[in-house]
């Protein structure tokens, strides 16, 4: 019988106006891979931030025991010396500092006040071997990718003798290449005896690495399934996360497109800095009103790079082409200008870019709108108000409080604040950059079904996703892009995802028409 490594009893945390979590347990089993499931809110990195000490003890309620012993974590640092270590969605690397000098912050190597560089740079070199990452030692963070910087993490807590590894969304911001790569990393340190617990809205992720799957809804412990005994499936998943059977994970969508209202012509863009280097090269494509159309393509085929090329320039240098909407040539010299003349961008880093964490979800809806709120000098405080509040509630954001402060949200509720943002600009044409990225089943469904209904209203819609099923699921037609060229269309019955990733992966020459792959 396996033996009982945590044992968290009755955990109850309070914020202002929110039980965060309410009398949670949870169990995890030595050497178990132990996935941790919910929607945006239920309280599954809150639970982890308190094991962890991030919310020290005395800060909520209820029993927790490393190894059989009681702990009362004052800080992150008397979690760490048993054996936690957290990873969190939002990576806690410098970007200056090289991956050795990251791996060993606040636990150097040395005597005497001075740190011993080359015993640094020895026992970082053999933690990277242990991860599968090739890279020099001396690499600074800021030059090597996310799924890298996700390993330089694990390395981290590998230094730290760690008995207990969390992972917060490890795998959110990776594509499917080094989300496996991540997946294997944590079964081989499975086998070393290392403990997970693994907090993802990736389902078919879930299934193929762990042992138990234990579901939160609302703040409260659903069920703890055993993976290989109780046939989980993604259903049943589903099920105990948002209380209910989700049918179809995409609305039924039955509009009828109009007339082009987006259309791009030989669209090049070069890059910002390196200005005889070369984004995208000749693009074009269209989309109609009351339509959802997709562009695909692996990480660096452009996609983010040609949005915000589009969106008042946002990005780039030596922007050629034309851009026509609703059939009239037009060009943006800034944001604000595209934003008047019926374009919007929903950014694919909401936090970075997409809010202003530290505002309240009433100040972040009316961000893009104070034209409209506002008497040219003063915004009518009345007025912003009543449309955050109708937002709030037409969007079903989760919050107890338009003054409540956006970072506190979830990741789900934070997107429904984004999408108000933009809704309340009443666009002509919306593009969503990863509209669903890091948000779990239930708040997904929500998502489509609002982009379901800004299409009926006779919005033109272009959703950009590296998940091949939500671009199939809810696009009538879909683009793929590849180095910054477009590859090819699929519309209609023809959507899959092999021609799609087909698509994605072909090599197109300059001038080469790609016009036979296009459906007739």
């Not at 309280?43 to 190894?67: C, H, R």
């Not at 489509?448 to 800004?454: A, K, P, S």
């Not at 090819?488 to 028409?513: C, I, K, P, S, W």
């Amino acid at each position: 019988m396996s033996t009982i490594l945590l044992d968290m009893k009755n955990i109850t945390k309070q914020f202002p106006g929110v039980k965060a979590l309410d009398h949670v347990n949870l169990q995890v089993k030595q050497g178990d891979i132990h996935a941790l499931c919910g929607e945006n809110g239920a309280g599954k990195s809150t639970l982890m931030k308190v094991l962890s000490g991030v919310y020290a003890y005395g800060s909520y309620e209820g029993d927790i025991y490393f190894q059989d012993e009681p702990c009362q974590f004052k800080d992150v640092r008397q979690s760490e010396e048993k054996g936690i270590a957290i990873i969190h969605q939002e990576l806690a690397l410098i970007p200056e500092l090289s991956i050795s000098e990251n791996i060993f912050l606040g636990n150097e190597r040395g005597r005497y006040g001075l740190v011993d560089w080359d015993q640094t740079s020895k026992l970082s070199e053999e933690l990277l071997t242990r991860v599968n990452l090739l890279e020099p030692v001396q690499t600074k963070i800021k030059h090597i990718g996310v799924g890298k910087q996700q390993l330089v993490e694990i390395a981290k807590a590998l230094a730290k003798d760690v008995k207990l590894l969390i992972l917060d969304e490890p795998t959110a911001s990776l594509n499917e290449t080094d989300s496996q790569n991540l997946l294997k990393l944590l079964l081989e340190l499975k086998h070393e005896g290392i403990t997970s617990i693994i907090i993802s809205h990736k389902l078919n992720e879930i299934k193929q690495i762990a042992d138990q799957v234990t579901i939160i809804r609302d703040g409260q412990t659903i069920e703890t399934l055993d993976v290989k005994k109780d046939e989980v499936n993604e259903d049943r998943i589903i099920r105990g996360m948002v209380g209910r059977s989700l049918s179809s994970r995409y609305p039924e969508y039955s509009g009828t497109p109009g007339e082009t209202i987006l259309e791009v012509r030989n669209w090049n863009v070069y890059h910002p800095i390196q200005r005889e280097r070369q984004i995208i090269f000749d693009a074009a494509f269209h989309v109609k009103r009351g339509e959802i159309v997709g562009i695909a393509g692996l990480m660096g085929a452009g996609r983010t790079e040609l949005a915000m090329s589009l969106f008042g320039g946002s990005y780039g240098s030596k922007i050629s082409g034309d851009l026509l909407l609703n059939n009239e040539l037009t060009s943006f010299s800034s944001v604000s200008e595209a934003i008047q003349a019926g374009l919007a961008y929903a950014t694919e880093d909401r936090k970075s870019y997409g809010l202003i964490l530290m505002n309240d979800v009433k100040e972040n809806i009316s961000l893009a709108s104070l034209n409209k709120l506002s008497n040219k000098t003063l915004i009518n405080g009345t007025e912003e108000v009543r449309v955050a509040e109708d937002f709030r509630k037409k969007m079903n954001i989760k919050t107890p409080s338009i003054q409540q402060e956006t970072g506190n949200l979830s990741g789900g509720n934070q997107q429904k604040v984004v999408l108000s943002k933009w809704i309340l600009s009443d666009p002509d044409v919306l593009i969503l950059d990863e509209p669903t990225r890091g948000i779990d089943v239930g708040a997904k469904y929500e998502i489509y079904t609002i982009i379901q209904e800004l299409a009926q209203k006779g919005k033109g819609i272009l959703i950009i996703s590296s998940e091949l099923p939500e671009l199939i699921g809810m696009c009538s037609r879909v683009y793929a892009m590849n180095k910054g060229r477009m590859t090819g269309e699929v519309q209609g019955e023809q959507l899959n995802q092999e021609d799609l990733m087909r698509l994605m992966t072909r090599e197109v020459a300059f001038h080469e028409d790609i016009s036979e792959d296009r459906p007739k």
